[in-house]
């Protein structure tokens, strides 16, 4: 079966300007959540979604935001970017919330911001 | 609300040497507990997980792990490592759905580096 599946792999953007990240997960799974992952802060958690409702969100500035779609695919976005915001953004999805079955991990998107 | 604790951010270790590598947490109540590797290059995937019983959890790779609850702890073991576990090892930990003062999100710790020399 495959994967869950993030777009795009990389991305390079200015200050200021907003992003938005893609993600689908494994067929059947009906929560997916997001990390940002940096050297210095490991993975943090940003939110997750479950049937299109937010169940649960991180400790992360109004700047982050997401949602989820009807066929389980969701994406976050950042709005005015800031050079911190540089790190690997991972998606995981899996068919519980709250991880009860463990989460399946997406390659990531690394975002860049110059 | 949870915790997790890695103590050691990089082990270096030889052929065939034993592993170990420690996770501590932070939470009163009854948690499920993971252990997730991030190989080079590659997205992370779960080693193995504890949510009740049996405190000796197997894993994939010939991994294995003990919850020891009076000492909030979940180590990473393998008897003897090989080149190809050169990776990041993360022991994360969430409180299952309903738990008084837990929380369903995973939390990982800051991860371990292993390196292996052939």
């Known amino acids: 079966k495959a994967g869950v599946t993030q777009t795009p792999r990389y991305l390079i953007k200015t200050r200021g300007q907003q992003v938005t990240l893609s993600c689908s997960p494994i067929?059947?799974?009906?929560?997916v959540s997001w990390y940002q992952q940096t050297p210095g802060q490991g993975l943090q958690f940003l939110f997750e979604?479950?049937?299109?409702?937010?169940?649960n969100k991180g400790n992360f500035p109004g700047r982050f935001s997401g949602r989820q779609f009807s066929n389980s695919r969701s994406e976050m976005n950042v709005s005015t970017l800031e050079l911190g915001d540089s790190a690997l953004y991972l998606c995981?999805?899996?068919?519980?919330?709250?991880?009860?079955?463990?989460?399946?991990f997406g390659s990531g998107t690394r975002l860049t911001v110059v | 609300a949870q915790s997790v604790s890695q103590h050691n951010h990089h082990v270096i270790l030889s052929e065939a040497a034993s592993l170990e590598l420690g996770c501590n947490y932070s939470?009163?109540?009854?948690?499920?507990l993971f252990w997730y590797v991030q190989y080079p290059g590659q997205h992370l995937q779960l080693l193995l997980k504890?949510?009740?019983?049996?405190?000796l959890v197997k894993g994939i790779k010939g991994f294995e792990a003990e919850f020891i609850k009076s000492k909030f702890s979940f180590n990473l073991r393998k008897p003897s490592v090989q080149w190809s576990d050169t990776a990041e090892y993360f022991c994360?930990?969430?409180?299952?759905?309903?738990?008084?003062?837990?929380?369903?999100?995973?939390?990982f710790g800051t991860g371990t580096r292993l390196t292996i020399i052939p």
């Open positions: 995981a999805s899996s068919w519980h919330y709250g991880a009860m079955d463990g989460y399946t």
């Open positions: 067929s059947g799974h009906r929560s």
């Open positions: 979604y479950f049937s299109e409702t937010q169940r």
């Open positions: 939470y009163g109540g009854t948690v499920n």
């Open positions: 504890y949510f009740s019983g049996d405190p």
């Open positions: 994360a930990v969430n409180a299952p759905t309903g738990a008084v003062g837990g929380n369903e999100k995973l939390t």
